[in-house]
């Protein structure tokens, strides 16, 4: 467990759990939700601060409805865009629910610094992620269903 402390509030952050789904708070993804795929908890050599590595989504998939054919469905789950980044701890809030998909495989840490190799990172982790949309009920256990199934929900506040 790592404890940030902000001059307003504490802050908990289970660090060493990846796959755990997060949502980020500031900068262009800020409301968006992620999973951490590593974290960093005492840093790194070009970071200084406790940061993790999350892969999330930037564009979610489509309404969808029972009447729709599943042509259809799997049409409007191609409308995902993932995106891949390095967050300081401070601006991601942990939720309760932790996704069975093993990212650790697709993403590697240089792949993220070389810009023609995060692209390639970027088609794969969008066919996990649109693999995982389409068949969220061949999942290991009730728990990691329910973080499926709220990690491609939209954030409601």
């Known amino acids: 467990?790592?404890?940030?402390?902000?001059s307003l509030r504490m802050i908990v952050f289970c660090g060493a759990e990846s796959g755990k789904v997060v949502i980020v708070l500031a900068g262009r993804h800020a409301g968006k939700k992620?999973?951490?795929?590593?974290?960093?908890?005492d840093g790194n050599d070009d970071k200084?601060?406790?940061?993790?590595?999350?892969?999330?989504?930037?564009?979610?998939?489509?309404?969808v409805t029972r009447g729709m054919s599943k042509k259809k469905v799997e049409k409007r789950s191609r409308t995902m865009k993932p995106f891949l980044k390095y967050v300081n701890v401070r601006h991601v809030f942990p939720t309760r629910y932790v996704v069975d998909m093993d990212l650790k495989k697709t993403v590697d840490e240089a792949d993220v610094?070389?810009?023609?190799?995060?692209?390639?990172?970027?088609?794969?982790?969008?066919?996990?992620?649109?693999?995982r949309y389409l068949n969220q009920k061949a999942v290991t256990s009730e728990k990691k269903a329910?973080?499926?199934s709220y990690f491609f929900q939209k954030l409601r506040f």
């Open 1 to 6: 467990i790592v404890y940030v402390f902000s």
């Open 34 to 41: 992620a999973v951490v795929v590593k974290t960093y908890e």
């Open 48 to 63: 200084a601060f406790s940061h993790c590595l999350i892969a999330g989504i930037a564009r979610g998939p489509r309404k």
């Open 113 to 131: 610094k070389n810009a023609e190799r995060k692209v390639d990172v970027k088609k794969n982790l969008k066919t996990i992620f649109e693999d």
């Open 146 to 148: 329910a973080g499926s």
